[in-house]
């Protein structure tokens, strides 16, 4: 067991593959869901090539600086297979920077379904097969295994962690949600509720959300926030616990938070202020389930995540938009597994991307603001309209294809 205070930094790489205006006039005519050129809202392309240069490739170049400069950094990282196919045909640099990064040893690459799905609860065939194609895919670009499950957005219930420990998962990682977690704290290593060897982290939203939502927000109480304020609440929050867990999107540094906020220039004199500290370093998820052991069970027999006010599932599947999308969805699953079309199987797939229930959420207030923010359509009907007609046109195909 290891006394040193350590931060667990976990970021989650993921773009979607987001639907053009597909209109009712182009099913059975046109099968091109997902490009367009004419509205940049949409064009996967270019909304890749910007969140680039404005994230990926400054964040990974200063995470090298950092790797290069402090032998205790250390990071893990999730990226999703529609994220890596994206980097491999708009911009294979942001691949390559990547690559550079899990070379050093000290970044750690986790286990999550290849089409940010949340096809665990609709399922657990089709999530099997994507955790396995994820496996594979990172296996082929990075040369390394993965041994930690991060489900999409984070999305975790007990039985997600007997499945895991079932298949030789470490450890999986959650949402530490007070109404779970109660008097007691994220700071620590859990164990599941049912299971014997597998370790749970669990997310330290309030010191997370800092970063990830407030960090350039005047009007909260916290601005401006400094590394070494930061440090402060850092060994605050450590002060009788071993593990602080920072799980956050990776666009947070440079997308979410731009450049100008001063993210980056943060984030450089926050890791040199906390590693200062000999009593201080960074964790990967895989050390840190080493390190600590756990001091308790968590049970969570509903699903919990990372998402809006409720860290639930209605962020995807909350009103009777989403709830349609997701029966027209999963009804087609044994038809389009047993055509054998590989091209027909690659839409569905790509139609199970969270993203495109995420946008049809239909939520008021701060969660609403959240999802419009994310969203490349004018209102979650536009949403749910080119999404069913993608939906019509791949069972069009399927028909086809029978009748053939």
Not at 134 to 139: C, E, P, S, V
């Amino acid at each position: 067991m290891n006394d040193r205070r350590g931060i667990t930094l976990y970021l989650h790489v993921h773009q979607p593959w987001r639907l053009r205006q597909y209109s009712v006039f182009d099913t059975a005519q046109r099968h091109d869901y997902f490009s367009d050129g004419h509205n940049p809202a949409q064009n996967n392309q270019q909304i890749f090539h910007k969140i680039a240069r404005k994230s990926y490739l400054p964040m990974n170049a200063l995470l090298q600086k950092m790797l290069r400069k402090y032998p205790d950094f250390k990071l893990s990282l999730s990226m999703s297979g529609t994220f890596l196919e994206q980097a491999q045909q708009f911009n294979p640099e942001v691949l390559e920077s990547f690559k550079r990064l899990v070379a050093t040893g000290r970044v750690e690459i986790l286990s999550s379904p290849y089409h940010h799905s949340l096809a665990f609860f609709y399922s657990l065939q089709e999530f099997e097969t994507q955790i396995e194609l994820h496996r594979q895919a990172i296996r082929r670009i990075f040369g390394v295994e993965t041994r930690v499950l991060a489900n999409t957005e984070l999305a975790y219930n007990d039985q997600l962690a007997k499945w895991a420990e079932n298949h030789n998962f470490s450890g999986v990682l959650a949402e530490g949600w007070d109404p779970i977690l109660d008097w007691r704290s994220p700071n620590y290593v859990y164990r599941p509720s049912g299971t014997e060897k597998i370790g749970l982290l669990l997310k330290n939203y309030r010191l997370s959300d800092d970063l990830a939502f407030r960090f350039s927000n005047r009007n909260w109480n916290g601005w401006p926030l400094t590394a070494e304020k930061f440090n402060a609440w850092a060994m605050d929050s450590l002060q009788h616990a071993p593990l602080l867990n920072l799980f956050m999107d990776y666009e947070t540094f440079g997308e979410h938070q731009w450049s100008e906020t001063g993210i980056f220039d943060f984030f450089e004199s926050f890791v040199g202020c906390w590693l200062n500290n000999p009593d201080n370093t960074f964790y990967t998820v895989s050390e840190a389930l080493s390190a600590q052991r756990p001091v308790g069970e968590i049970s969570m027999p509903s699903p919990v995540t990372w998402a809006d006010s409720e860290r639930d599932l209605t962020a995807w599947n909350g009103n009777d938009l989403q709830s349609e999308a997701l029966r027209y969805l999963y009804d087609l699953e044994s038809s389009i597994l047993s055509s054998g079309d590989e091209s027909l199987i690659s839409d569905w797939r790509r139609l199970q991307t969270s993203d495109h229930l995420y946008y049809m959420c239909t939520k008021w207030f701060t969660d609403g603001d959240v999802h419009a923010y994310f969203s490349p359509y004018d209102s979650p009907y536009d949403a749910f309209l080119y999404y069913m007609n993608a939906i019509r046109d791949v069972r069009w195909r399927l028909s086809q294809q029978i009748q053939a």
